[in-house]
């Protein structure tokens, strides 16, 4: 069964560094989602992405956030200067689009920012 | 404003019990979505389930079964016959139509754990 891949399983940064996160969704979908899950608390929507834009974003997305469909096949998150607050799970979805088709999530990037 | 409300953060039972998760949702929309979905001690999320407003019937999927109310605004899912395998984090999951598709607002989460 096709699978969201997403890499790396475990990035450990500095404060004020930059991380990507990178995902790859499953080939024949086309919306794609961000989402993360603090440690111990709930998934939190950041981002909804479609045709090489971003739908919606959360209150979480601010500038220190990007999103980015470089090829056709990669989804990327870019935290522009980690903070300490950043550390949790962030989680790539994707999905064929609406008609209440579900999230196939990844297994997620646990971001660690010391 | 919390939208899903999962008030069980906890759920023990032995082998073989069955187990019932409550999920409260609110919501104006007139069409929306329901999901159930499981995270395992690994960490990933898993889809299990999904129901639409205008589809009130309630199913069986082997060992999984919902019990849709919208009279009562509720979602609750039933694992039948639990085993250890069943232990994680199960999460009740809003969508409105009103957002852009995939904006799903979870629950807290229920943690089920299921001992031999």
């Known amino acids: 069964e096709p699978e969201v891949t997403q890499t790396p399983s475990h990035q450990v940064t500095q404060m004020g560094q930059e991380v990507i996160l990178r995902c790859v969704p499953i080939?024949?979908?086309?919306?794609f989602y961000w989402y993360r899950q603090i440690l111990g608390q709930k998934v939190e929507f950041l981002v909804s992405?479609?045709?090489?834009?971003?739908?919606?974003k959360s209150e979480i997305f601010d500038d220190q956030f990007s999103v980015e469909r470089p090829d056709g096949s990669n989804f990327t998150l870019k935290i522009r200067s980690t903070k300490l607050e950043d550390s949790a799970m962030y989680f790539c979805?994707?999905?064929?689009?609406?008609?209440?088709?579900?999230?196939?999530f990844g297994n997620g990037t646990r971001l660690t920012v010391t | 404003a919390q939208k899903v409300t999962q008030a069980q953060t906890e759920i023990s039972v032995v082998e073989k019990e069955d187990v019932t998760l409550d999920c409260v949702y609110e919501?104006?929309?007139?069409?929306?979505?329901l999901f159930w979905y499981k995270q395992p001690p690994s960490g990933e999320l898993v889809f299990l389930i999904r129901?639409?407003?205008?589809?009130?019937q309630n199913e069986i999927s082997g060992r999984y079964s919902w019990n849709f109310q919208k009279s009562t605004s509720s979602f609750n899912f039933t694992i039948t016959a639990s085993q250890v395998v069943d232990s994680a984090v199960y999460f009740c999951?809003?969508?409105?139509?009103?957002?852009?598709?995939?904006?799903?607002?979870f629950g807290a989460g229920t943690q089920v754990v299921v001992t031999p």
């Open positions: 979805a994707s999905s064929e689009g609406q008609n209440n088709s579900p999230l196939h």
């Open positions: 080939s024949n979908h086309l919306y």
């Open positions: 992405f479609y045709n090489n834009e971003i739908s919606e």
């Open positions: 919501t104006r929309d007139t069409t929306y979505y």
């Open positions: 129901r639409n407003s205008f589809d009130e």
């Open positions: 999951a809003l969508s409105e139509a009103t957002d852009s598709w995939g904006k799903f607002q």
